[in-house]
């Protein structure tokens, strides 16, 4: 059965770095796409970054550009969110999903892990 896992949330300073990862178990992540998707109480979810199978096609939000960096290792059946320059705008839960690309780009995957707190605070 398909299962992802996401890690690497935390409490973490203005201005300072995380890595989360997203662990998938029960199909070949190769052929998929990857998106991180975050929703901050009270708020609407929003998508984060994607990144389709082969990494050839890498998306990211207005509000992440030039701070995170997504990136997949699919020996490792694994995505990475490497976030930089975290901003008290950026907590929340971050979740990844799975899919094909045109879904993950919608905002409509089918298959989503349980999710990770990012917290910003000093």
């Known amino acids: 059965q398909v299962q992802l896992v996401e890690s690497g949330g935390g409490l973490v300073q203005p201005g300072g770095s995380l890595r989360l990862s997203c662990a998938a178990s029960?199909?070949?992540?190769?052929?998929?796409?990857i998106g991180w998707f975050r929703q901050a109480p009270g708020k609407e979810r929003e998508g984060v970054s994607c990144?389709?199978?082969?990494?050839?096609?890498?998306y990211y939000a207005n509000s992440v550009k030039g701070r995170f960096t997504i990136s997949r290792d699919n020996a490792k059946n694994t995505v990475y969110l490497q976030m930089n320059s975290l901003k008290p705008e950026d907590p929340a839960v971050y979740y990844c999903?799975?899919?094909?690309?045109?879904?993950?780009?919608?905002?409509?995957?089918?298959?989503w892990g349980q999710g990770t707190q990012v917290t910003v605070s000093s």
């Open positions: 029960g199909f070949i992540l190769d052929y998929y796409a």
């Open positions: 990144i389709g199978s082969t990494a050839d096609s890498t």
């Open positions: 999903a799975t899919d094909d690309l045109r879904a993950v780009v919608a905002g409509t995957p089918s298959y």
